[in-house]
């Protein structure tokens, strides 16, 4: 009866990388007003094939017009999403294997220059905690930030505890916004930093807890941020939180993103 039907091993192959790829596209995707684009989108195109199966010149005409371009539409409109894809196929899959192309061009001493300052970092956190001192603070990676420390105020200094806490006490000028560290020295403070465009966000997540979100939507960059209401410390990687962290904890987390 279906005799006429040929199923190699290669269509099972390419069958699992469709569906593979549509499943990472919505774990993108998911919880942000782009999931609703995305099923309008398949919506309309279940319909032209309904309208072009039955013949429907004049609707499937227009229709198909508008498919044509669709192309160039889904890049315009998901163009937040697109990024995030590829950065995550970057960072996750290329950059995270033993022998990979980065490794080539990447000094070795990157992350052990960020783990110079992680001492005092995770000390500055543990006190601003205790004085309930909201802090956000980005760690650089591989991700160029310089569109985002063009937006603050120069520093260039050694990563100090002192130092960090005295940037987020309430009353200095430069306590609102984010202080980014690159490399092992805090280049820039007073920082803006995207949002996240989720619309699944906790209701206890402030504006620094979207902030960090965001900005490691856009970047690889690892973000620790000190509430300001309950003095919990969290970390923020990959567009995700991990909330109520100790300070020892903190330090765990950091050592193995960055060794």
Not at 102 to 120: I, M, Q, Y
Not at 150 to 177: C, S, W, Y
Not at 189 to 214: Q, S, W
Request: glycine share 6%; net charge neutral.
């Amino acid at each position: 009866m279906f005799s006429f039907i040929h199923i190699t091993l290669v269509d099972v192959f390419d069958i699992f990388l469709v569906a593979l790829l549509f499943f990472q596209i919505y774990m993108m995707i998911r919880g942000t007003a782009a999931i609703n684009i995305f099923i309008g989108i398949f919506l309309l195109y279940v319909i032209w094939l309904v309208v072009r199966t039955l013949n429907m010149e004049m609707l499937s005409t227009i229709l198909g017009q508008i498919i044509g371009v669709g192309a160039l539409a889904l890049i315009i409109v998901f163009q937040q999403e697109v990024r995030k894809f590829l950065l995550y196929i970057g960072t996750r899959y290329l950059s995270n294997q033993r022998f990979s192309i980065e490794r080539l061009f990447t000094p070795k001493s990157e992350g052990r220059s960020v783990l110079l300052g992680l001492d005092a970092l995770v000390k500055a956190s543990r006190n601003l905690a205790d004085t309930k001192t909201g802090a956000l603070i980005v760690l650089g990676r591989r991700s160029n930030l310089q569109l985002y420390i063009d937006t603050g105020d120069q520093i260039d200094a050694l990563v100090d505890n002192r130092l960090i806490e005295t940037i987020f006490f309430k009353n200095t000028p430069m306590h609102d916004g984010a202080m980014v560290v690159v490399n092992g020295r805090i280049v820039a403070a007073r920082c803006v930093l995207p949002t996240t465009e989720k619309i699944d966000v906790p209701a206890n997540y402030g504006m620094r807890h979207r902030a960090a979100m965001g900005i490691t939507e856009h970047t690889d960059a690892v973000v620790v941020v000190v509430s300001e209401e309950t003095g919990k410390i969290s970390l923020a990687e990959h567009g995700e939180i991990r909330s109520g962290l100790s300070a020892l904890e903190l330090k765990h987390q950091l050592e193995q993103l960055f060794m």
